[in-house]
């Protein structure tokens, strides 16, 4: 087992670890970044060289191998009006460089140069406890971990990010709901190591805490500030008040468990192929036994113009769970619901159903003939059929509205019956698995998704 790890280990080290050289061409080229930009600002705003710093996980080499992108913040004094920096920069780049508006909690700029994507961050010179912007952070995140050697573990840093992104639970974006850059590397200051790492998350529980800098005295002193009900704390040591992985979802809290269980039973190159769906063939063989035209699974499928994907990912999965409240109101019963898009033109809702034909009546329950709400029941019923049944409750058959989830879904978006923003597609379309499913079958990734979201993603149960 030792060796198989240690073979997995040199694989993660020669396909996704950066090499010195490599690091120093990338940190020379931000730098030549950063100067132009500091060009830009310094007759306009009152900064200076030292303003201007590369931040994120290419300056201490824990960024992956060809899946990267430099983190350039420009650091404010609290009078100046960060949008205003960004409109200023937008306007002032120059045209050969492309750039892009991009929105965290507050708008940056993303910009590309030198075969390298940069993203331009203003923030504010603050600190703890008086952030103005969630940005103002970072800078002291960097501090933190280059002060506690997070440098001479950036080998270990990228064999975790490699295993949380292949299990699919890497990224803080909505879209992920999984494990940041940041976080990642506070557990490898936890752990110490990749191995240690994975064999302490694979007997996680939750809530599972982490509170490095001890600012909690006892494990009831951190639920109390952070709440029970969060699977993963993890105390920002530069802010004492907030939980880093505030963004780790439930159900990636029980994947990276669930992966890192089978990884220590299994340890396999195949953990960290680019595409396992892919090259499974078993997988696919399940897919095509077990998806068939019966099986009651609904898309709506929207054609759209480029958008921003924390953005547009949040309508969507809005709109998924208002659709979803309404169908089960009337009667339906959804078991999943899965948000994909490639954010360029298309993008997909789809609905695993009970079934999508219900039956024509339901039989709804009243109130006991000796309750109050008697009378208002039977007024409000009076022209429906209507019985005591054995219970000794009354009870009403009511004609169903819709007798096909397609129909009721169609009804909502047509009716506007949720709130859809506006900008959110210029065309839709209704799909089942057995009529005209071979329209969005077209496109490798999305086939990927949709195999993922059917069968389950959880891959390493077939390694």
């Known amino acids: 087992m030792k060796s198989k790890l240690r073979e997995v280990i040199e694989f993660i080290d020669k396909n996704f670890c950066p090499q010195k050289e490599e690091w120093k061409t990338i940190m020379e080229k931000s730098e030549e970044i950063k ?28 960024y992956l191998k060809n899946d990267f992108d430099v983190d350039i913040f420009i650091r404010f004094e609290e009078d100046v009006e960060l949008k205003s920096v960004v409109d200023f920069l937008i306007d002032a780049i120059d045209p050969r460089y ?8 507050h708008p940056y700029i993303e910009l590309f140069a030198k075969g390298i994507t940069f993203n331009i961050v203003p923030s504010y010179k603050t600190k703890y406890p008086n952030w103005l912007s969630p940005m103002d952070r970072s800078y002291y995140h960097h501090n933190y971990l280059v002060g506690n050697g997070i440098q001479e573990l950036y080998r270990e840093v990228v064999r975790l990010k490699v295993f949380l992104k292949a299990s699919g639970v890497y990224g803080a974006e909505i879209f992920v709901g999984g494990f940041s850059g940041y976080l990642t ?43 029970r009900d969060i699977p993963l704390i993890v105390v920002d040591p530069v802010d004492r008040g907030r939980n880093v992985a505030a963004a780790v979802k439930k159900r990636s809290f029980s994947k990276v468990i669930s992966a890192a269980k089978h990884f220590i039973n299994k340890p396999s190159i195949k953990f960290f192929e680019e595409s396992p769906y892919l090259s499974n063939q078993e997988y696919f063989l399940r897919f095509d036994y077990i998806v068939n035209p019966e099986l009651p699974i609904l898309l709506v499928y929207f054609e759209h113009d480029e958008k921003i994907e924390d953005i547009h990912y949040s309508q969507l999965e809005r709109l998924s769970r208002k659709i979803k409240n309404v169908v089960e109101n009337e009667g339906f019963e959804v078991f999943k619901v899965g948000v994909y898009s490639d954010y360029r033109s298309r993008s997909l809702l789809i609905f695993l159903f009970s079934e999508l034909e219900r039956p024509r009546y339901d039989k709804i329950r009243g109130p006991f003939p000796f309750m109050e709400a008697e009378k208002n029941f039977l007024d409000k019923n009076f022209d429906r059929i209507k019985w005591i049944g054995d219970d000794g409750r009354w009870y009403i058959l009511r004609e169903a509205r819709f007798l096909s989830a397609e129909d009721i879904v169609r009804h909502i978006i047509e009716n506007k019956l949720v709130k859809i923003p506006d900008d959110l597609y210029n065309e839709y379309k209704i799909f089942t698995l057995n009529r005209r499913f071979e329209e969005v079958m077209d496109d490798t990734l999305l086939k990927t998704w949709l195999v993922s979201f059917i069968l389950g993603d959880e891959f390493w149960t077939l390694l």
């Open 185 to 227: 590397e506070l557990l490898v200051l936890k752990y110490h190591s990749f191995e240690e790492a994975i064999l302490n998350i694979s007997d996680w529980k939750p809530p599972t805490i982490v509170d490095l800098e001890g600012y909690y005295p006892t494990r009831q002193a951190v639920l109390e500030a952070f709440g």
């Open 35 to 62: 100067r132009y930009i500091f060009s830009l600002l310094k007759n306009r705003y009152n900064v200076s060289k030292e303003d201007l710093v590369i931040l994120g996980s290419v300056p201490r080499m824990t």
């Open 98 to 105: 492309k750039t892009r508006l991009r929105y965290a909690e």
